[in-house]
């Protein structure tokens, strides 16, 4: 089943999932981490921080980008993942990829222009899935989950078996990430996410939410019908799938007690 714990604060789920992320690296240095970017996961980077000299061989790959935004536009998820978890934590930024952020380097071998950009975007799913194989794969997989019930940037629909590409925000989300840009025209339509069939191959999941307003969407996720209306509820499909949550967002949850009741007693050497 999916692990339901709910904690007192976002730092305290911040702490416990660092405390995760440190045991895997101290039996694997250049473990492969699955980083998230939104408000949700800030936490658990704000609990690494004082554990950065283990972090320096860890390798990092990002769920989803926009597509369209200006070169070194400050909120690209590539600039996001530099400012919030790489600089931070003194990741190797080489180390470190997001998908989509090849494609100058990818137009330009093909010679350039708009064709060649094309191209270039059209098979950037393609090299990045080359990439996280190349990687072995990712060992923990941190995951938000947006008001859609999306996770990376899968919308209602998303196929549970799809891989990185390019997608098309709904109008919401584009509302709820309006917050970061001057006007919400300036939100893209486009994305490149890691599919559904991409996340469900991470060895653990980690999903996190907060608040109330996440409260219909993790009970749809944790207890709801598996559907591709609601992208989230794929991780019932992931035999190692950890969600922590707090009272607010766990609020809807119809089996509460039995989850409570069940960290309570977790034995300890079971771990998250
Ligand atoms: C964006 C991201 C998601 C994230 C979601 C929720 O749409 N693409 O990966 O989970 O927002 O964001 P927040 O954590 O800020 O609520």
Not at 118 to 126: I, K, P, R, S
Request: proline residues 6%; contains cysteine; aromatic residues 6%.
């Amino acid at each position: 089943m999916t692990e339901v714990i709910v904690v007192g604060s976002p730092r305290e789920a911040g702490e416990l999932v660092a405390g995760a992320i440190l045991r895997l690296v101290s039996d694997r240095p250049d473990a492969v981490l699955g980083l998230a970017t939104g408000s949700t996961p800030l936490p658990v980077y704000e609990a690494l921080r004082p554990h950065a000299r283990a972090l320096a061989r860890v390798r990092g790959f990002a769920l989803d980008e926009y597509v369209g935004l200006p070169a070194g536009h400050t909120e690209s998820y590539r600039a996001v993942i530099d400012r919030e978890v790489v600089g931070p934590l003194g990741l190797d930024p080489a180390r470190v990829r997001v998908p989509g952020d090849d494609i100058a380097a990818e137009s330009a071998r093909l010679g350039g222009g708009p064709a060649a950009d094309e191209l270039a975007l059209a098979t950037a799913g393609d090299r990045y899935e080359q990439a996280l194989a190349a990687a072995g794969g990712v060992d923990l997989q941190l995951l938000g989950i947006g008001a859609t019930g999306h996770i990376g940037f899968n919308e209602p629909g998303s196929s549970f078996a799809s891989l990185t590409r390019v997608k098309t925000l709904t109008e919401r989300t584009r509302r709820d990430n309006a917050r970061f840009f001057a006007s919400p025209d300036e939100v893209p339509q486009h994305c490149i996410t890691q599919g559904l069939g991409t996340i469900l191959r991470a060895r653990h999941l980690v999903l996190l939410a907060f608040g109330a307003a996440k409260s219909d969407a993790v009970a749809g996720a944790v207890e709801g019908a598996v559907t591709s209306s609601l992208p989230a509820s794929a991780i019932q499909l992931h035999p190692h799938a950890t969600v922590v949550v707090d009272a607010a967002a766990a609020s809807r949850l119809r089996f509460l007690d039995y989850y409570r009741q069940a960290w309570a007693h977790k034995p300890a050497w079971q771990q998250i």
